[in-house]
């Protein structure tokens, strides 16, 4: 069965500064996707960066990059000049072609200004 | 575009009721997917409709059942509530089923069993 661990239940970083949540998964499928959501104390999900297990080049959406080492079956989140409004619950996701959505845990994330 | 709506977004029921939970998915949109959130157990796959049919289901009892309408709107219904059951429901829409298709979240239902 596919598990995504989050191993930061929380997380804090100065305001401008830069911060790396982690994220292991294990599978035996070779074509899945991953994904990180953030979840704002408002609860509304929104996707923040997507990574095609296929695809070598790490995902990179403006502040928001991804280290993806797929042998290590790792998938980190890297916040560039992080803002008060990266405040948030931040989720990673696996999901395979055929299967259903596997969160993790999450990690709290708090910005300091 | 609108987005996906939920409703009702509070609930509160009484143990051994029922409830049904209703979600509207961005317009052309035709998957669904449920799942629900606890503070202990975190977010969980309750299920996926794509084209009105149940394309996955999560690890949950038969109380949690679902289904979907030819407009694609969807409904999530629990019988016999449990306090276990107090979560915060959410619904996803996409416009296919699996791969790398974003989901787009609805604010949720909150529901309180008491």
């Known amino acids: 069965a596919q598990t995504v661990t989050q191993s930061q239940p929380e997380m804090s970083v100065q305001e401008a500064e830069t911060v790396t949540l982690s994220c292991t998964y294990d599978?035996?499928?070779?074509?899945?996707?991953l994904f990180w959501y953030k979840q704002p104390p408002s609860r509304q999900m929104i996707l923040v960066i997507r990574?095609?297990?296929?695809?070598?080049q790490n995902a990179t959406e403006n502040r928001f990059s991804v280290n993806f080492q797929k042998a290590a079956k790792s998938f980190s989140l890297k916040i560039s000049d992080s803002q008060l409004g990266d405040a948030a619950m931040y989720f990673c996701a696996y999901r395979s072609a055929s299967n259903d959505m596997r969160f993790g845990a999450g990690t709290r994330l708090t910005v300091k200004p | 575009k609108a987005g996906v709506t939920q409703t009702p977004r509070y609930l509160i029921k009484t143990r051994g009721q029922q409830v049904t939970l209703s979600c509207s998915p961005i317009s052309g949109h035709r998957s669904v997917s449920w799942y629900q959130q606890t503070p202990g157990q975190g977010l969980q796959f309750l299920f996926e409709?794509?084209?009105?049919?149940?394309?996955n289901k999560g690890n949950f009892p038969g109380r949690f059942s679902g289904r979907q309408f030819s407009n694609s709107r969807s409904e999530m219904n629990v019988s016999t509530l449990e306090l276990g059951d107090s979560a915060l429901y959410l619904c996803?829409?996409?416009?296919?089923?699996?791969?790398?298709?974003?989901?787009?979240f609805g604010p949720g239902t909150r529901l309180t069993v008491t």
């Open positions: 409709y794509f084209s009105e049919t149940q394309r």
């Open positions: 599978t035996s499928e070779s074509d899945y996707y």
């Open positions: 990574q095609e297990a296929y695809k070598q």
């Open positions: 996803a829409s996409s416009l296919a089923s699996g791969g790398a298709d974003e989901q787009y």
